[in-house]
DNA sequence: TTCTCATGTCAACACCTGTTGACGAAGCGG
DNA sequence: CCGCTTCGTCAACAGGTGTTGACATGAGAA
């Protein structure tokens, strides 16, 4: 189903890159504690020893997988495009059908998945904080700003994890729009009035 | 800091019980595989050995904590006091300051801080389903009752998640009322145009 | 008391985790 | 060819997990 190359002779950096490939991979559907190196490593093809040799251990892999060469979530975005854009955010996280996640959204859901392990809670803290909460902020003025982007991340958070923890918010094709426009309305909702700058 | 009755000699129902009241503290603040037997018994005064005893095994101790005498998180709530409520269960957690979380909300922390774990992701799907998205969708009708309660059910973990995992959300006395307001609001925009029965 | 059974403790098991040191082997310049 | 560095593998370790069987010890009945 994950076919990576396992044909990859004594190439430093192409191992490295496999390796953190496999690891945004598996911590995206399975969350930071809940996939182990051994597996991360297999399906790098590569040994798990390499893993803690190459990133000097499994939290700064994570931290590497979480900040990394992933394109910024929000760029270009204007504060009237961001209800879409969140919702477009979470509905598109099955990216290219082969259960590889959209590049883009690969992140977030790392983030979500990672949130409850000790270990990684305050990775994944620090990234949705400089990530996610503070360009919808930057969006947004007034006094509730803040306020407003975190209520933002909260249903990122939590209908992300519905998704991909519970199965739900799935819906057919001919329910998908009406989610959508639902997620958009509720995204709105949770900006408030906080206005144009 | 929480000091339970270590003194309670050969009382089998009392030690039971123990060790389930410990286990709801734990699994609540920590999440299912954030914490282990030793902690719960050690807290609850007891040998590691007879959790797997008394419950067989750790996630039938889960099980019974999310299920067990805990009051439902919905009873005699109608649908206009839906937003209110919901915000309610979420601001609530605190309980009596202690550390303790409210006992009506504790049940709602358990399911979201161990939706990530594989283990317990069944069961705590399961109690979402029958404990929150059953009641929420009971009380609303058309075709969009299950879609509004499933977006209630996000917000709920997102929120949760953010609170208890991140510590966001977690505002001063002032600015309380005004997050409390901006939930109800978000339930209201999930619930959307799904009318009183 | 003595017998008995429920109740609790102890130590150990088997399994899994991340990590590291010693070793092997490929590539490459001499 | 040799020597050397880089890259990768192997086996093992130390720590932690849930679980279980053997043993101790309490309380109550005969």
């Known amino acids: 189903m994950i076919p990576p190359i396992h044909v990859r002779l004594r190439n430093a950096a192409a191992t490295r890159q496999a390796i953190l490939d496999s690891a945004r991979r ?22 798990p020893a390499l893993v803690s040799r190459y990133f000097g251990g499994k939290e700064q892999l994570l931290k590497e997988a979480v900040r990394g060469d992933t394109p910024p979530l929000f760029e270009g975005i204007r504060r009237a495009d961001l209800p879409a854009h969140l919702a477009g955010l979470l509905l598109e996280d ?33 990234a949705a904080g400089e990530d996610i909460l503070r360009p919808i902020a930057a969006l947004l003025d007034g006094a509730s700003a803040e ?14 994890m519905l998704r991909s923890a519970f199965g739900l918010l799935r819906p057919h094709r001919a329910e998908q729009a009406a989610l959508r426009t639902a997620l958009e309305n509720l995204f709105e909702a949770a900006l408030g009035d906080s206005g144009r700058r």
Chains 1, 2 share one sequence.
């Open 94 to 126: 099955e990216g290219d059908g082969c259960g590889n996640a959209a590049e883009k959204t690969e992140r977030l859901l790392i983030l979500l998945r990672s949130a409850s392990s000790p270990k990684a809670s305050e990775i994944a803290r620090e």
């Open 26 to 47: 598996h911590f995206a559907r399975e969350g930071y504690d809940n996939v182990g190196l051994r597996e991360i490593a297999g399906d790098a093809g590569v040994d």
């Open 147 to 160: 306020a407003s982007a975190s209520l933002c991340l909260a249903i990122l958070i939590g209908a992300g």
